[in-house]
């Protein structure tokens, strides 16, 4: 079985979709009976983007090739294929929180995006969240969506050096949804140091204690030595950092409600996001709690494995071949 694997997302960004993808592609890449090949276009700029977004994917991506199925692993592909095409769905801020979103992302969100997912065999949904979202705000049929959540890299383990320091952790990039100028006031509230890690992103957010892009062994130490994770973010579709997290042993205070909650199931203490106040009791709680949520994290984050996805897409795609 041959099958074209859009790895795109490797060349235009380290967060979420990148992992997803290197974990997909690191566990199916020497399966017996599976020919990957690796489908990209272009760099890292500007131009690549909207050329990539314009005209690779809706034009050329898989064309051309003897493949037996194409997945796309986002939103972005084809119009119309001649092979069969899986679409995965991270998360559809783009339609819910529009204002989230750089200007070029939500002009692809009214022209393509919903042709892209309707077009597709089947979509896969890395939540049952995102499968309501989907099902919601894009009409696709419910049978239509299977949810195969994501895995956690096994760098993040509670096994290894420890972050120096006191102090709480948020992960993301500066970016308006990930909600950081309210968990920069919770900490104040709280009397704890922050550090922030994640790429600059958009929307001139800037936060005092932000680290930058850190290599994965480097970010696993500074969740280790955490107080907690802090990650009240306004939409997510899944929320890896979460997972993350609770694999390394650290207690994670969360948004209630969406995707983020039901990833935690109960793992992790549950706050307002849109108040400061909340989000700052949330972290006493965590402390308070630490006995029972790193034990419960540990137990929930082993559910999640690459393994486990890599299964599902192959069953998948054997039915779809």
């Known amino acids: 079985m041959r099958v074209g694997i859009d790895v795109s997302p490797l060349v235009q960004t380290r967060a979420g979709t990148a ?28 131009a690549s983007s909207v050329l990539r977004d314009a005209w690779w994917y809706p034009r050329r991506i898989g ?11 986002t939103f972005r592909g084809p119009m119309r294929s001649s092979v069969p095409t899986v679409v995965t769905v991270h998360d559809l801020a783009i339609l819910r929180q529009p204002e989230s979103l750089p200007r070029w992302h939500r002009l692809y969100g009214r022209a393509g995006l919903a042709r892209v997912v309707r077009a597709a065999d089947v ?20 049978e239509r969506v299977r949810v195969i959540p994501n895995g956690v890299d096994e760098v993040f383990s509670p096994e290894g050096p420890l972050g120096e320091g006191d102090y709480v952790l948020a992960l993301g990039t500066l970016e308006p949804r990930k909600n950081l100028a309210r968990v920069v006031e919770a900490a104040r509230l709280a009397g704890v140091e922050l550090r922030v890690v994640g ?11 932000w680290v930058g892009e850190i290599p994965d062994s480097e970010l ?39 995707a983020l909650e039901e990833v935690a199931g109960g793992a992790a203490v549950l706050v307002d996001p849109l ?3 909340s989000i700052a009791a949330g972290i006493a709680e965590a402390e308070a709690r630490r006995d029972e949520l790193v034990p419960a994290g540990l137990a929930r984050a082993r559910g999640f494995t690459w393994r486990r996805a890599a ?4 069953a998948l795609w054997r039915e779809l071949a």
């Open 199 to 209: 790429a600059r992103g958009w929307g001139g957010v800037d936060v005092p204690g």
């Open 220 to 258: 696993a130490r500074l969740v280790r030595g955490a107080r907690c994770l802090v990650y009240p973010s306004l939409y997510e579709g899944f929320g890896l950092p979460v997972v993350e997290a609770m694999a390394c042993g650290t207690p994670a205070v969360i948004s209630r409600g969406g």
């Open 123 to 142: 979509v896969v949904a890395v939540s049952e969240f995102t499968k309501g979202e989907t099902v919601e705000l894009l009409g696709v049929p419910a």
């Open 63 to 73: 064309r051309g090739r003897p493949l037996d199925v194409l997945h796309c692993t």
């Open 275 to 277: 108040d400061p106040v």
């Open 19 to 46: 992992r997803h993808v290197r974990g997909l592609v690191g566990e199916l890449r020497d399966r017996p009976g599976i020919e990957l090949e690796l489908l990209s276009f272009g760099g890292t700029g500007r």
């Open 311 to 314: 299964d599902a897409a192959e």
